[in-house]
């Protein structure tokens, strides 16, 4: 199993280098090239969610992407130390005040983008932080071009 760990400063000029890193592992992982576009996509969504996380919290830490390409599948995992409500009330996100300008609101549209674009997401999240993992299939080494 090999693993590539990519850290970067919580700033937006950032998630192209990752997405573009992303892209290029998936296409060595052995993803079909069908999908790649998806797999940049969804790595720029959770990273500019992480980057969005970190600047509203006045987070300075770095953003972490893994990418981890496994015998049948190639997983990334972006993580975030912006500390996440784990109870809201229903019908408001996050602080309890105007949905319209709440940052949870705009976290829980970038998930949904996420989850249109991969199959297989998790996304656990505590008062230490977040974590997006993303799976996508491999296409066995015979096979690839």
């Not at 079909?32 to 300075?60: F, K, P």
């Amino acid at each position: 199993m090999a693993t590539v760990e990519l850290r970067f400063s919580p700033l937006p000029e950032h998630v192209r280098t990752a997405r573009l890193v992303a892209a290029a592992m998936a296409r060595r992982a052995g993803v079909d090239e069908a999908v790649l576009d998806e797999v940049r996509l969804a790595v720029g969504e959770a990273c500019s969610r992480a980057v969005g996380l970190h600047q509203a919290g006045g987070i300075t830490a770095p953003v972490l992407v893994a990418l981890i390409e496994e015998e049948k599948q190639f997983s990334i995992e972006v993580g975030d130390e912006a500390p996440h409500a784990t109870i809201a009330a229903p019908g408001v996100a996050g602080t309890g005040e105007d949905p319209e300008s709440d940052p949870e609101g705009e976290d829980e549209m970038g998930l949904a983008v996420i989850s249109g674009l991969v199959d297989d997401v998790e996304v656990t999240a505590d008062a230490d932080g977040g974590l997006i993992r993303m799976s996508w299939p491999t296409l066995p080494a015979t096979l690839l071009p």
